[in-house]
């Protein structure tokens, strides 16, 4: 890999379930790491799950985690920050494994991009979305609509990122606290637009929507040309 290579890599991977995509992300970093690929953007739904950040308050998930399972919902640690939070069908979910070293090592402004990301997507749709200073994630009036969580290791690679609520199971939210967050609601686009999203306009809203922001191209891959 050449170090002026403006390119990124994207991979859709389709529905994965949590665990399996956090090992995967784990083997990206460390490859990332070691400039054995480029900067890479993974594009994923889960099956319903509650991750758990390292600052998870205990009473943030509203029922016996024993009574999950006959929902159909499982709990997954994570060493993102953030707090507790849900992700399931009809979720689009962004992972970006990103080296900021060569982008000022400014974690505000990563988090302020992602934000960007979601908040232009949303707008080619006809959304009007903002940010809350005090709470990352995009926000349309008082209900959340998207969530930012990262993490970044010693070398300044990043993992986790965005998941954007298209038509997801909202009820689900109801058994949390999202994000820590008592005040304040939940979204989706499908609620808002009172129509079906199109997947496939949707990621290529994203992923032109990235090219631009972060000043880079995108190179998509198969499931099968991943290297880590």
Known sequence: MEDGDRSFLFLDLGTVEYERAFELQKSCVEARSQEKIQ????????????????????DHILVPISN????????????????VTYH???????????????????????????EQLII???????????????????WVHNEKIAAIGIAVNRQW????????????????????V?????DRGV?????????????????????NNFQRIFGTRAVRLQPGELLC
Request: proline content about 6%; some cysteine; charged content about 25%.
């Open 187 to 207: 979204t989706s686009m499908k609620r808002i637009l009172g129509e079906d999203v199109d997947p496939q306009k949707l990621q290529q809203d994203i992923i």
């Open 120 to 138: 232009d997507t949303l707008a080619d749709w006809g959304i009007s979305a903002n940010r809350i200073p005090e709470h990352p994630g995009v």
């Open 157 to 176: 690679i990043t993992m986790h990122g965005f998941s954007l609520n298209v038509d997801p199971c909202l009820e689900h939210f109801s058994l949390i």
């Open 68 to 83: 999950l399972a006959e929902r159909g919902i499982s709990v997954s640690k994570t060493n993102r920050g953030g707090d």
């Open 178 to 182: 999202p994000c820590g967050i008592r």
């Open 88 to 114: 399931g069908p009809g979720q689009l979910v962004g992972y970006v494994i990103m080296d900021l070293r060569r982008r000022g090592k400014d974690l505000h402004r990563y988090v302020r991009d992602l």
């Open 39 to 58: 900067d890479i953007l993974l594009l994923l739904e889960h099956l319903p799950v509650f991750t758990l950040s390292r600052s998870t308050e205990p």
